[in-house]
């Protein structure tokens, strides 16, 4: 029987038969979320402090962090590949974040929900005050609570999801709207979803931004941040080192990890927040490469050759998130009395972006598992999985060094304080560089409040969710996880420690002697949806003709587990589905989508199929020889067609087969299947001038719309849209149904 492999790697793994699968018990999740869009007055509350700050475009988020969008604002979230769209005065917080959980609070207002892939065993389940609703099945959900809390509505326009409430639960299906209302004796109601509103309106113009994304023929959905790739950027073959991506209009002297600031962020610790809007990806995958006087980004590596005989090859599609890939050096007392501000700052602390094969050493408890999979690029050596060969010895054999501008330096008392780098950095020499002690993944600098809220000019003006809002509970399926540990209780063990994270074991440590009421996610503001109420009340239907809720038993704390639920909420969705008509979950007609429905044509189901990336060769076994050539810009890459993907039951949101959607952990390909390997782009292929990544995607067919765009908002990335930038312009083969012209508003001239 083939081993279960863990779910969150960006690469195609070569695995034994029967080699079982290594356990990851401690380490911290692979998968984040990113604070992608902010419009408007947005707020972020990090978990472990009680202070609301301005939110700053591309901070992670994770288990404990809250969101408050104020009057005329809202926000987009990117978990994976799952996009969060926050509207106006809603109040949305992370209960738990990891790996095979999405649970979120939404104590007010409206969210708008697009999971794109969900594996067997994972759950998605978003609590409001009276109801926790779970996702059954890949699709567009909708969620809104009312201002007392007293009403939540469910709109599911494609998939399948379960409503529990005092004690009870029924189902929704594709194209349904449901409510449940009151919160003692709740009742609840289903009919038929009213059309789009202009706020579903510039959830599905987003949609569609992401839906012809040309970037994920080369990195994954699961990526957060591939987004925003082609708008800024473009994809570039190089010889001996692949495909890699170059931002557009950086200006001369610009290096990696130069415009933003250091934040700290449990468990990571040290964590790079940047400020450029396609600043998440490459800071967070990937690694830097200055080749021919630019700077590019590889995103990992190509698929291997097929394996020998005997072997499988598993495909497994969720990168490793990692803090900032970066090597430290400094810290202590280095640089005082030179360019640092002599002793006051407390010495300094400088950092280079790692280069393609440098490996990556985290500061935080892992395991050896773990080091590996963070790491897993073509040309950084593993050694029975456990040890990573690393030859550098002292600073200066880290390759990017030697690039202009690559070493950033601040005093220290900057990088404590979470300010920004361009006002704080100072230069250095060579040669002071070179005398630095490394640090590694990260510095000895330990990390005030300022840091964790982002910076004190983040804390002033910061608008704030009503405290009836903060503070009023919601129901919950599945149990919420430990709480973060405040930081205000662990800061007297992180100067101990000297800024370096702290373990899981001194965590749980401190866990235990704070009041029982913050010891889990949430807290108080979370308790059970599956309890029983006082007699003569529970879940009843608001009127005669509909179906009786199911009782949901419960453990002894009032929740259900985690596997149970997973189970309970995508055999309630299936049945459910079947019973009314809709298309079996697993098995999706041709031109549908998993879990039944079909959302308003925007994009959605007959978006061509992206190509596979090119893998031409191996991510270069070494940094390229002096003056190599970085090659022209690609189109679609040679031989590039759409590949069958495997597929899991509830994983498919797009056309069926789509080559980047993710296959299921546990459905690896025959070891007699073929696997692409594309042929190089040779230098006599023609290249057209425009970009590539904004100008170049498959043609749609006449039957797409684009509808008009209403509300627009200028974005901080400085874009115009109503929910997204203007779909890309595309080329069509010939003779091909003449696609609709899109609206005039909001157009930009396409880039030459």
Aim: aromatic content about 6%; some cysteine; proline content about 11%.
């Amino acid at each position: 029987m083939q081993s279960r492999v863990p779910r969150h790697l960006l690469t195609i793994l070569t695995v034994a038969i029967g080699m079982a699968a290594p356990t990851l018990a401690a380490d911290p999740p692979a998968r984040v979320g990113r604070l992608n869009l902010i419009d408007g007055s947005v707020s972020f509350r990090p978990a472990g402090v009680d202070q609301w700050a301005a939110a700053e475009p591309n901070r992670t988020l994770t288990t404990g962090d809250r969101i408050w969008t104020d009057l005329n604002s809202r926000a987009e979230v990117h978990v994976g590949s799952t996009a969060i769209r926050v509207s106006a005065q809603t109040e949305f917080d992370f209960v738990n974040v990891d790996d095979e959980t999405m649970q979120a609070r939404l104590a007010q207002g409206t969210v708008t929900i697009h999971v794109r892939a969900l594996d067997d065993g994972q759950v998605y389940e978003i609590d409001t005050p009276n109801g926790a609703v779970s996702l059954g099945s890949v699709g567009l959900y909708r969620i809104d609570v009312n201002g007392d809390g007293t009403q939540t509505k469910v709109v599911v326009r494609a998939g399948g999801a379960e409503v529990t409430a005092a004690g009870s639960s029924f189902a929704v299906n594709a194209n349904q709207y449901a409510t449940v209302t009151g919160t003692d004796t709740p009742t609840y109601d289903l009919g038929d979803a009213a059309p789009p509103d202009d706020w579903d309106t510039w959830s599905l113009t987003r949609d569609q931004r992401e839906d012809n994304a040309v970037s994920v023929r080369y990195v994954s959905r699961e990526m957060p941040g591939y987004e925003d790739l082609d708008q800024y950027g473009h994809w570039t073959y190089v010889a001996g080192t692949g495909n890699v991506w170059v931002p557009d209009n950086v200006g001369p002297g610009w290096a990696p990890y130069h415009t933003g600031r250091w934040v700290w962020s449990d468990p990571w610790g040290w964590t790079w927040v940047d400020t450029a809007p396609w600043g998440y990806a490459p800071y967070h995958y990937g690694r830097w490469a200055y080749l021919q006087g630019q700077w590019c980004w590889s995103p990992g590596p190509p698929p291997p050759p097929p394996p020998p005989p005997g072997q499988v090859v598993v495909v497994v599609q969720r990168p490793v998130y990692a803090p900032a890939l970066v090597v430290f050096a400094g810290g202590g007392g280095w640089g005082v009395g030179a360019s640092f501000g002599g002793g006051g700052g407390g010495g300094g602390v400088a950092w280079v972006a790692l280069g393609i094969g440098e490996p990556y050493h985290p500061a935080y408890a892992v395991s050896p598992a773990y080091v590996t999979q963070v790491n897993y690029t073509s040309n950084t050596t593993i050694v029975n999985n456990t040890t990573i060969v690393n030859n550098n010895i002292t600073i200066n054999n880290y390759r990017n060094a030697n690039a202009p501008g690559a070493i950033t330096a601040v005093p220290q008392s900057a990088m404590a304080n979470g300010q920004p780098v361009a006002t704080s950095a100072v230069p250095i020499s060579h040669a002071q560089w070179a005398s630095a002690p490394v640090a590694g993944a990260a510095p000895r600098v330990v990390p005030t409040r300022n840091a964790v809220v982002g910076g004190a000019a983040g804390a002033h003006m910061a608008a704030m969710p009503p405290a009836s809002v903060a503070n009023r509970p919601v129901v919950a399926n599945v149990a919420p996880p430990p709480a973060p540990v405040p930081f205000a209780a662990k800061q007297q063990a992180l100067a101990a420690s000297g800024g370096r994270p702290l373990a899981p074991e001194q965590e749980s440590q401190i866990r235990q002697s704070l009041p029982p009421s913050a010891r889990t996610s949430g807290g108080a503001l979370v308790r059970p949806a599956s309890a029983t109420v006082a007699a003569g009340g529970g879940l009843r239907p608001a009127r005669a003709g509909l179906p009786a809720p199911t009782v949901r038993p419960a453990a002894g704390n009032g929740f259900v587990s985690h596997q149970a639920a997973a189970q309970q909420t995508a055999s309630t969705v299936r049945a459910s589905a079947a019973a009314s008509g809709a298309h079996p979950l697993g098995a999706p007609a041709a031109g549908t989508r998993a879990g039944g429905g079909t959302p308003p044509a925007v994009g959605g189901a007959n978006v061509p199929h992206p190509p596979e990336r090119s893998t031409p060769s191996a991510i270069g076994a070494g940094a390229p020889a002096p003056g190599a050539a970085v090659g022209s810009r690609v189109g679609t890459p040679a031989g590039g067609t759409p590949s069958a993907g495997a597929g899991g039951s509830r994983n498919t949101f797009a056309t069926p087969n789509k080559s980047d959607t993710p296959n299921k952990s546990d459905a690896p390909i025959r070891s007699d299947a073929p696997i692409r390997s594309d042929a190089p782009i040779k230098s006599e292929t023609p290249i057209k001038s425009e970009t590539m990544s904004k100008t170049e995607t498959s043609s749609k067919t006449s039957s797409d719309v684009t509808p008009k765009a209403t509300g627009s908002r200028v974005s901080p990335s400085g874009s115009s849209d109503a929910g997204g930038s203007k779909p890309p312009a595309k080329k069509t083969p010939p003779k091909p149904p003449k696609p609709k012209e899109p609206p005039k508003e909001n157009s930009k001239p396409e880039r030459k």
